[in-house]
């Protein structure tokens, strides 16, 4: 009873990791195409009101898998964080002056203002998408953990097959970005973000290629799913919408990418947490010293109340992030600007 | 300099700095969703500019708030991962609860509430902003029973090295935690209510947009006088709590020495902590001290002498931080009830309204030292009498600590200055006509 539970929380913790690249990514991917696509003020504030309703609640689901990280498997951690001491801060600090930039920016009608803080979005959007990348890369590789803790500093982490993660994970964020942009914005913006989206996809789809090949090297992740080869399903239905984002994009179905978009970072999160089950912070020293779903859970009576709550309200929050997705879907114009409350 | 040391210079920076935002997020938000209920009844469009005049302050505010926020959920992980393996099952659940049953429903909500105005009708638009003042009180109700659980451990065994929960119940039933709660979320009002109401002095002292700050001025004020008394009777349970379950932070409040029955109060006192005496005591109510601590002119308050010195939290720091949160504490409800009876004619008492625009900075102050009781108070442990401070740190190199601290005072420096700057501009431009 106690392994299935853990083995449950095992796989809601992916999958809250998994939303929260699949929400927060899209507007990572805006604030990183920020200063390339934002040729004026107007394409620029049209671009961070595409995001403006929904970013906060899309970084919420970072705070839950940290909280539920806390909550379900408090070794894991304690360990992971304290380990990933400096990436983490430099992730956090990103994320503060990127959620300040929002409201600060329009405040005051100043360029060299509005210059500070379009630096600190961009800055705050693409050094978390990389660094997410190559601590989880790191993490799927194995890390260098033996009976004293762990080994590793920031220089360690950005090893070949960790800066490869962190490439993958800023071209997810791109091209979601970007077809988010597609989407939302209108005129030479919106066919500037197509062009981007078609681009992209070619780096994404490349870069993808060649992380399967490397994750068969440098990682244990197939292993798996070569004793369960039904598994392979999940790699299938990445490659499948990721084939789907550029048949969307070609039809001009950019909803349709979107999601498309959004299945494949799900999808390929899901690769990578299938691999990787039922460790969460192994060891490449010896798997004596790996933190499993098993070894590093919280009691069982934390994981079932827990459950209870995690199955009752996250329907509830899907339910009304769904509604409030909803309610700003459609296409910005410049009136949309022209309002008072606009950032 | 330990890692210690560093860790905890390095979340009271972290925590009082997110600190100086929260209050006003949960006492403004309140303040915000009843000027558009009353918009939304009246259809007086002035309750409509308060709305949005007052909430454009609030947004500011919360953004440096929410984003100062995120980094606390980590630093338990970075910087007190022994502290986080000994407890998490049980704090790390509260936390994960927070996020999940209050803090999604805030930050989604506010985003709809900004950029909701055309696309919602007015009565849900109201009603939005109601479930952002409910969502943030909620959230803290979860916040304040984790610091609870520290303060005062309940509901749990020790079983494979660690505390383990036995009782979800008692966790979220304890009392530590919702006198806290209430302590605080009143405390929050109180600041909520004096930002207002000193805004609005500063434009009824200039005579500008009388109508507008005179409403202001009143609906902040009722809000300040009920918080203000509120304040003080929370704060009264909650310190014979203290009194029952943390003797050593009780006699360290008042600088109590000795354990005797009929306890006195001095209104001055003087400690000399070196010595485990005071040097001055001026001023005595006698019997007050056990009145305080068991709503009992008789009992017996325990003294510091029979706590072990190893278990003493640093007495001077305690014991200036409860006397001026209670002088504060005293003085709002001072000044709150003084505006009652002038509140129909403000405009004619500039001295009153100079003194309610300079008091804007007091409670947020009497909030911060209220906190350092609360957590000073609570030392050497950092679960009272299970796990010290100086156990439970993470095996991180102090470097490391030392620059992520630079990196936090330099980067809060900053915002805080730029975020308390645009509040001041946006606050003395005043409303600005549709």
Request: hydrophobic share 55%; glycine share 8%; aromatic share 16%.
């Amino acid at each position: 009873m106690e392994t299935v539970l853990q083995s449950i929380w095992f796989f809601l913790w992916g999958l809250l990791w998994a939303v929260f690249f699949m929400t927060d990514g899209y507007d990572f991917g805006v604030g990183a195409l920020l200063p390339f696509l934002g040729k004026n003020d107007i394409d620029k504030r049209l671009m961070i009101n595409s995001i403006g309703p929904l970013w906060d609640g899309n970084e919420v689901w970072l705070i839950t898998a940290g909280g539920v990280t806390f909550a379900a498997f408090p070794q894991v951690y304690a360990v992971m964080f304290s380990s990933f001491y400096t990436p983490l801060l430099m992730i956090l600090f990103a994320l503060i002056i990127r959620g300040v930039s929002f409201e600060f920016r329009g405040k005051i009608e100043s360029p060299g203002w509005k210059k500070l803080w379009d630096t600190c979005i961009f800055i705050g959007s693409v050094a978390p998408a990389i660094l997410f990348g190559v601590a989880f890369a790191n993490i799927f590789q194995g890390l260098p953990i033996d009976a004293n803790g762990y080994h590793g500093n920031l220089l360690y982490l950005l090893n070949p097959y960790g800066i490869l993660g962190g490439v993958l994970f800023l071209l997810w964020f791109l091209e979601h970005g970007a077809l988010w942009l597609s989407i939302k914005t209108p005129g030479q913006l919106h066919d500037r973000s197509v062009a981007t989206a078609n681009n992209v996809w070619f780096g994404l789809l490349g870069i993808s290629v060649l992380f399967l090949i490397a994750t068969y090297f440098a990682t244990p992740l197939y292993v798996n799913y070569l004793s369960h080869p039904i598994l392979f399903i999940v790699p299938l239905i990445t490659v499948l919408s990721l084939l789907g984002i550029k048949f969307f994009l070609i039809k001009g179905a950019y909803f349709k990418a979107w999601f498309a978009s959004a299945a494949t970072i799900v999808s390929a999160t899901f690769f990578c947490i299938i691999g990787l089950y039922p460790n969460m912070f192994p060891s490449s020293v010896d798997s004596l010293y790996s933190l499993t779903a098993h070894n590093a859970s919280a009691s069982q009576l934390t994981l079932t109340i827990m459950l209870v709550v995690v199955l009752v309200f996250i329907p509830i929050v899907i339910g009304y992030q769904v509604w409030a997705f909803y309610m700003f879907k459609d296409k910005l114009s410049e009136d949309d600007l022209a309002y008072k409350e606009a950032y | 300099m330990d890692v210690v040391l560093l860790s905890r210079l390095q979340f009271a920076a972290a925590t009082m700095f997110h600190f100086l935002f929260v209050p006003l997020t949960l006492g403004l938000s309140v303040l915000v969703a009843y000027m558009e209920t009353k918009y939304v009844r009246t259809g007086d469009e002035i309750y409509l500019s308060m709305t949005k005049f007052w909430g454009k302050l609030f947004l500011i505010n919360f953004a440096v708030g929410v984003v100062t926020g995120i980094t606390l959920e980590f630093q338990f992980g970075t910087n007190w991962s022994r502290y986080s393996i000994f407890m998490g099952d049980i704090f790390g659940s509260l936390l994960a609860i927070e996020a999940t049953t209050a803090f999604f429903l805030e930050s989604t909500l506010i985003g709809v509430w900004v950029f909701g105005w055309k696309k919602l009708s007015k009565k849900a638009h109201a009603l939005v902003m109601w479930l952002v003042a409910l969502a943030g009180s909620f959230s803290s109700l979860w916040i304040l029973l984790a610091n609870g659980w520290m303060q005062q451990p309940v509901g749990y065994v020790m079983r494979n090295g660690r505390a383990e929960l036995d009782s979800f119940m008692a966790v979220i039933t304890n009392k530590f935690g919702i006198l806290e709660f209430f302590h605080m979320i009143s405390s929050a009002y109180v600041l909520g209510a004096f930002f207002v109401m000193g805004i609005s002095a500063y434009h009824l002292l200039k005579k500008q947009h009388i109508e507008f700050f005179t409403r202001s001025f009143k609906i902040a004020l009722v809000f300040g006088l009920v918080g203000s008394l509120f304040v003080a009777i929370s704060g009264d349970s909650h310190g014979v709590h203290v009194a029952q379950v943390q003797p050593a932070k009780f006699a360290a409040m008042e600088s109590h020495w000795e354990t005797t029955t009929q306890a006195p109060i001095h209104l001055l006192t003087i400690p000399d902590e070196k010595n485990e005496k005071n040097l001055i005591e001026m001023g005595s109510l006698p019997g007050l001290l056990s009145f305080l601590s068991h709503h009992d002119f008789n009992a017996e308050v325990t003294g510091l002498k029979d706590i072990p010195k190893d278990e003493r939290p640093p007495v001077l720091l305690t014991f200036l931080s409860f006397r001026m949160m209670v002088g504060l504490g005293t003085l709002f409800i001072l000044l709150t009830i003084v505006g009652w009876f002038k509140r129909n004619r403000l405009i004619e008492s500039p001295n009153y309204l100079k003194i309610m625009l300079l008091s804007i900075p007091l409670p947020y102050i009497a909030i911060e030292i209220g906190w350092v009781l609360a957590e000073v108070g609570r030392q050497p442990w950092i679960v009272y009498g299970l796990m010290k401070t100086s156990d439970a740190a993470s095996p991180i190199a102090t470097s490391q600590v030392l620059f992520s601290l630079i990196a936090f005072v330099l980067l809060y420096s900053f915002l805080g200055a730029v975020g308390f700057y645009l509040i001041f501009i946006n606050a003395r431009k005043g409303p600005v006509s549709e």
